[in-house]
C-alpha cells in the first residue's frame, strides 16, 4: 500500500449479479483465501489442499517466498455477511461456462490464480466429498505501444502523502 494506487482495473465484467437477497455478491474482497493456518487451528490437521499452498508453492516457483504472498481477489466466488449474525459466508458461484473478468493492469504485474479446490464452493471447505470443478482459462494480452494513451488512458496518480509516518 505503499503508494495507495490501483495495480489493475477491471475493464470488463460478464457476471451482472450485484447482490442477492442474502446479501452475498461476486468478486469477493473481505474474505481471504483457505489457508493452511486456519485449517490446523480449527481441525488439528496439517492441509496443504488450498489456495495459500498454491499460491505459495508457485511464488516459489517464481524465486520468491510465501512472505511474498499478499491479499487476493477472489474472482468469481459468492460472499456476504449473514443478515442476522452478520458471520461471513460463501455460497455456490453463479458463473457460467464463458463467463469472464477483465483486467487492465496499471503497472507491471506478477500474477498467480489458484481454483479453489473446494470448487464451485457448493460444499463447506473441508466438507469431504469431490467439489464440483469447471475449467478456468487465462488469456494474457500486450496491447501495442502507445494505445492505451492513445486512447486517453493516464496511469493513475501516487498518492501525495509525504511518507513520514510522524518521524520526520
Not at 28 to 54: A, F, K, M, Q, W
Not at 58 to 69: C, I, M, Y
Amino acid at each position: 500500500m505503499p503508494f495507495l494506487r490501483p495495480l489493475a482495473t477491471i475493464i470488463e465484467d460478464t457476471i451482472a449479479y450485484g447482490f442477492d437477497e442474502d446479501g452475498a455478491g461476486v468478486h469477493d474482497v473481505i474474505g481471504s483465501r483457505c489457508d493452511p493456518y486456519t485449517h490446523y487451528l480449527l481441525t488439528g490437521e496439517n492441509s496443504n489442499t488450498c489456495c495459500h499452498s498454491n499460491l505459495t508453492r508457485q511464488a516459489q516457483k517464481d524465486g520468491l517466498s510465501e512472505f511474498d504472498v499478499h491479499d487476493v481477489l477472489n474472482v468469481f466466488m459468492c460472499t456476504g455477511f449473514t443478515k442476522d449474525t452478520h458471520q461471513y459466508f460463501t455460497k455456490p458461484s453463479p458463473v457460467e461456462v464463458g463467463d469472464y473478468i477483465e483486467f487492465l493492469a496499471e503497472t507491471d504485474l506478477l500474477v498467480s490464480a489458484s481454483t479453489c479446490p473446494q470448487g464451485d464452493v457448493s460444499m463447506s471447505c473441508g466438507g469431504g466429498g469431490e467439489p464440483t470443478v469447471y475449467p478456468l482459462g487465462v488469456e494474457v494480452w500486450e496491447l501495442e505501444k502507445g494505445w492505451l494513451t492513445g486512447a486517453g488512458w493516464e496511469p493513475s496518480a501516487l498518492s501525495g502523502y509525504s511518507g513520514g509516518h510522524g518521524v520526520d
